[in-house]
């Protein structure tokens, strides 16, 4: 069992990875990768709501009604969601601020969903609650990589301080802050990671 | 009863109906908790605006500060209006300026030196910016350029390149790359709020 849940583990994380090779999440891979502490906070939010709607979808799996699970899905995942986001307004206050509508469009996101219909309704509660793990970890290293690269670039900081030696000299490049600026880094990333990193057409090496 | 009618009807019927129900208790729940602090966050939030734009260097606990120096005029015609006592016999003037952004409306506190009707601060305590672009009017850099200013804030007018030739329009601020609308709504927002500030100096 063990075995199996490392290999399916490390598989979100490289050859099955939600971002780069199923290319889900996008939305929120370009809207809240300009500044990296405000990815963190979305990647631990995403984490758990993905973990924990997971879980909850595999418990009730063989009750739900096929013609109503995915209302009963979104309903799941809208329910931690909330949750997450009530949690962030009452313990991190300024970060809440600045996410501002972003942590309620989780609900809509393809991989908490993608996870739910595609492995939880089919698997027992606990390799489903660690499927929605690595899922959320998967996305969440892709964002980070993509948010460090657009704050260096774009404010030339790294959450929000100056980077000594750098900050003084590099001229920012205004466009990696703006949406077209996380396509270009999200399209680069995944130029990068399919020629040299996941190579193989059918999987991973 | 038709045993058919039972699985496909009646069944996702009820089930739908228990898994809101608990949906909604817990979500509920997690809300009647987090209340307070929520609530606390905010009027702290409103507490911390009222200090900045006021400009006040705060030596102790914020709340003690407020509850001593800060007076709220609810009788306005414009809305309410904060009066707060600056530690050097000149007492400053906050005005709340709401104006429409991008995606929502956006509240600004304004604070204006009552003698020099100067702006001392600006805060912006309600927004729904986009984050990382908009959102940016939160970061100090942007708020504290105001400072120190008489206004009113004119369109949109970049550094001159060459900085031997000519200087900087008065009315110019720095703006946010990418975020025009908001910048924008800033500008009106800042000059109704000087304009505001003038009528209640006359009419004092």
């Known amino acids: 069992m063990p075995g199996k849940i490392k290999k399916q583990f490390l598989a979100s994380i490289g050859r099955d990875n939600p971002v780069f090779v199923q290319v889900l999440g996008i939305c929120s891979t370009l809207a809240v990768t300009n500044v990296l502490e405000n990815t963190v906070v979305m990647c631990l939010g995403l984490i758990f709501a993905t973990a924990c709607s997971s879980f909850t979808v595999s418990l009730l799996r063989r009750q739900i009604p096929g013609s109503i699970r995915m209302m009963v899905e979104t309903l799941i995942i809208a329910a931690y969601v909330i949750i997450v986001d009530l949690v962030i307004q009452a313990t991190l206050p300024t970060i809440s601020r600045q996410l ?106 | 009863m038709n045993p058919q009618w039972i699985k496909e009807k009646a069944t996702p019927v009820v089930f739908m109906t228990a898994v809101t129900f608990v949906c909604i208790s817990l979500v509920g729940l997690v809300d009647i908790v987090t209340r307070p602090s929520v609530d606390r966050n905010k009027t702290l939030f409103q507490k911390q605006a009222v200090c900045d734009a006021s400009a006040t260097v705060l030596s102790g606990d914020l709340a003690a500060w407020y509850d001593a120096n800060v007076t709220v005029v609810t009788n306005a015609a414009d809305g309410p209006y ?42 912006f305590q309600d927004h729904v910016e986009t984050p990382g672009l908009g959102a940016r009017i939160d970061e100090p850099w942007f708020r504290h ?53 003038k009528a209640l100096n006359a009419a004092r």
Request: with cysteine; glycine share 12%; charged share 15%.
């Open chain 1, 100 to 205: 501002g509508p972003y942590v309620g469009l989780i609900i809509t996101n393809c991989i908490v969903m993608g996870r739910a219909e595609a492995y939880a309704l089919n698997n027992p509660p606990l390799p489903s609650l660690i499927d929605g793990v690595a899922a959320g970890v998967g996305y969440s290293y892709i964002l980070m990589i993509i948010a460090f690269f657009r704050e260096l670039t774009g404010s030339a900081t790294i959450w929000g301080h100056a980077v000594p030696g750098f900050s003084s000299w590099w001229v920012n490049w205004s466009i990696m802050v703006m949406a077209p600026g996380a396509f270009f880094a999200l399209a680069g990333l995944i130029w990068i990671i399919k020629t040299y990193i996941v190579t193989d057409e059918t999987g991973g090496k």
């Open chain 2, 82 to 123: 904060y009066l707060v006592n600056g530690g050097d016999g000149v007492s400053r003037l906050v005005l709340i300026q709401q104006g429409p952004g991008l995606w929502g409306s956006i509240t600004a506190y304004v604070g204006f030196n009552r003698k020099t009707a100067v702006i001392e601060g600006v805060t």
């Open chain 2, 145 to 197: 350029q105001f400072a120190g200013k008489t206004g009113p804030f004119n369109e949109l007018r970049p550094e001159p390149q060459d900085k031997t030739k000519g200087t900087r329009d008065a009315g110019a601020f720095d703006q946010i790359t990418g975020a025009t609308i908001t910048a924008s709504a800033v500008k009106d927002i800042m000059n109704k709020s000087i304009e505001r500030a």
